[in-house]
Structure formats: C-alpha cells, structure tokens
C-alpha cells in the first residue's frame, strides 16, 4: 500500500465526511428534541443545492465580479431560504402531529419529502444541471510522482464545517438559546411548565438542522458542479447513516459519524471497489450497532418505570 495514496484517500474522506455531518447534524438536532426523524431533510439539502445555482445566476446577472462577495451572498440566500423550508415542515408535517402515535409523523414526513421532490422536479426539471467552476486550483505536497493534494473548495468545505459547528456548539453550550434547546430536550413538558416556549425552540431547531444541510448543499455544488432532484435520497440516507454511527441525538456524534464514515467510503473505494462503497458503509453501521447499539457517542436510554 503506498502511504500517499492512502493519505490522499483520508484526505479526500475528510471533506466528504464533513458533508455528511453537516446534513446529520440536521437529524440528531431534530430527534434530540422530539424523537423523531425528519425525513425531508434530504430534500432540504437537495433544494439548496437549486437555490445555488439560481442565487448564482441573479449575482452575476447583476455584474458582481468578487468571487468571494458572490459566495457569501449565494450562501446567505441559500440558508435563508432553505430555513424557511424547515420551518414550513415542522409546522405543516410534525407540529399538528406531535401527540399522536410515533408513525404518523414519519409517515407525514416521508409525504412531504415526497411532495418536496416532485416540486422541484415539476418546476426545475428531471434533467442533471450544472454550475461553473468558481474555485480553482489545488494545494500540493510531495514530490512530482508521488504526492498528496487537497483542492481549495476541499479545504473550504472543512473550514466552512469546522466553523459552522464551532458556531453552533457555542450557541448550544454559552446561549440562553442554547439552555432552552437543552431543557426541551431533558424534559419538554417541564420545560414548558417553566415558562419555555418548546413551539419556538422546537422550529428553531428544525431551522438550524435546515441551515446546516444548506451550508452543506452550497459546498457540494461547488464542488462537484452538478445536481438533479434525486441527489436526496443517497445523501440523505448516508447523513442519516452517519448521524446513528456516531449516536443519534450527539452534536458531536453526528460530526464524528460523518467523517468516520467519508473516510471508510474514500478507502474503501480507492483500494477495494468503488461499484460497493456503499454497502460497505451500511455493513459499517450494522457492526457498530451490534456492538454499540446507542452509537459511538451516544448514550443508552433507560425508560422510567
């Protein structure tokens, strides 16, 4: 085994696996707080992934020429709207749900994933689109035969990830926010004995999974430049795969599970086969489920008797 190429293959694991745990953290956030999976979180991603390319074309319509100063107005525009979106699920699919039984809600969820991706592919189209490469060029270390290289939207994609979750863990941990996300977790109706609002928190937080899975869908489409309407539901699946890897309900965990499981994908797919990197991924989850059945970071639940 040559090191450079296993180095490369880390390295190429790493962005990959920070895609995965942005969108993951989506799902952890969402059933830390109610229990529950959001399905159509993958189709929130997957509409980012538009929302770039047609914020891109507006900023350029208009003659912006900074590189830099277009990026962060895609990215804004990108998150805000994307946001939005989850707030419309959590009320329309979860809210009118929350107190019946524990299918509904999924079953509402898998509905409005459905409706989500028959919506862009009436009103954007079945065909792949595409985007122009804004980001050029790469980082390279070692000599001209063998060496490892990283391209610049590779080291964005971990600074941009390295920064949002920075941001969110101070949110949770140092904000009043933060607190009231904590206690509707612990004990929702205690906390709401307390004078929590845990409506507000609970949309608040379907907002911030949906702006991470934004932030997520800008960078890939950067990256690898094309898109269609189905790109949600392998994604979607993976994040999901990744946030209960690393323990679903864990911040941490579900960054954790990201990147442990881009860089099992990048190995796997560079000295094994590439056609089954991703049954190599669910053979992974289904190991560590055996053997740690409340995920790496994770803690086991104990119901009150």
Request: aromatic share 10%.
């Amino acid at each position: 085994m040559e090191l450079h190429i296993f180095a490369q293959q880390l390295l190429n694991g790493l962005s990959l696996g920070a895609i995965y745990g942005l969108i993951a953290i989506g799902y952890t956030m969402v059933y830390g707080i109610i229990g529950m999976i959001n399905f159509a979180h993958g189709d929130v991603y997957m509409i980012s992934a538009y929302l770039t390319a047609i914020a891109m074309s507006v900023v350029f319509s208009f003659g912006v020429d900074s590189v830099p100063f277009a990026l962060l107005i895609i990215l804004a525009v990108a998150v805000l709207v994307t946001a939005a979106y989850g707030w419309v699920i959590e009320r329309i699919a979860y809210r009118p749900l929350r107190g019946s039984t524990r299918l509904a809600p999924l079953i509402s969820a898998i509905g409005m994933s459905l409706v989500l991706q028959s919506y862009v592919q009436v009103s954007q189209g079945a065909r792949n689109q595409g985007i122009p490469t804004l980001i050029k060029g790469s980082l390279r270390i070692g000599s001209d035969t063998k060496f490892v290289q990283m391209t610049h939207i590779q080291l964005l994609i971990v600074a941009v990830t390295v920064a949002a979750m920075g941001a969110l863990t101070f949110v949770i941990q140092r904000t009043s926010l933060g607190r009231q996300c904590r206690a509707t977790q612990q004990d929702r109706k205690m906390a709401g004995i307390l004078g929590i609002d845990t409506n507000r928190i609970i949309s608040t937080v379907f907002v911030i999974g949906a702006s991470m899975a934004a932030v997520a869908g800008v960078l890939v489409t950067l990256n690898y430049g094309s898109f269609d309407f189905s790109i949600d539901f392998i994604t979607g699946i993976k994040a999901f795969t990744a946030a209960v890897l690393g323990g679903i309900g864990s911040l941490p965990g579900a960054m954790l599970g990201g990147v442990i499981l881009g860089m099992s994908e990048a190995l796997f797919s560079g000295f094994v086969n590439t056609d089954y990197k991703d049954v190599f991924a669910f053979v992974l989850l289904v190991v560590v489920l055996i053997f740690r059945p409340s995920g790496l970071l994770g803690k086991a639940e104990f119901e009150k008797v």
